[in-house]
C-alpha cells in the first residue's frame, strides 16, 4: 500500500469495477481474498490475478491502482520441494 502512495485514512470505495457497499462487502472481500482459479491456455499453470482499487482520499477525485499479481511457487522449510 505504501509503495503504491496510499496514506491512512483512505477509503475503498470500488474493488474491480464494483462499489463496495455495507450490503456486499463480505462478498467483495472474498472475491479478493479468494478470486476464480484461471489458467494459462499455453502452459496450463494457475494465472495470477489482477486487481483494481478505487480509493477516496478525503474530498479530492478518486483514484485507482491496479495490482498485478504474481506467481506463487510454495517452499519447504528447507527450500527444497
Given amino acids: 500500500a505504501q509503495k503504491a502512495g496510499l496514506k491512512p485514512g ?3 470505495t470500488h474493488f474491480n ?3 463496495i457497499t455495507a450490503e456486499n462487502a ?3 472481500f472474498a472475491q479478493f481474498a479468494f ?3 484461471m ?3 499455453q502452459t496450463g499453470l494457475p494465472k495470477p490475478p489482477d486487481r483494481t482499487l478505487t ?3 478525503g474530498i479530492e477525485k478518486p483514484f485507482s491502482i ?3 499479481g504474481t506467481p506463487y ?3 519447504s522449510a528447507f527450500g527444497v520441494m
Fill in 10 to 12: 483512505e477509503v475503498i
Fill in 66 to 68: 491496479s495490482l498485478k
Fill in 26 to 28: 463480505n462478498t467483495q
Fill in 55 to 57: 480509493f477516496r482520499r
Fill in 39 to 41: 489458467f494459462d491456455p
Fill in 73 to 75: 511457487t510454495p517452499m
Fill in 17 to 19: 469495477g464494483t462499489a
Fill in 35 to 37: 478470486p476464480p482459479q
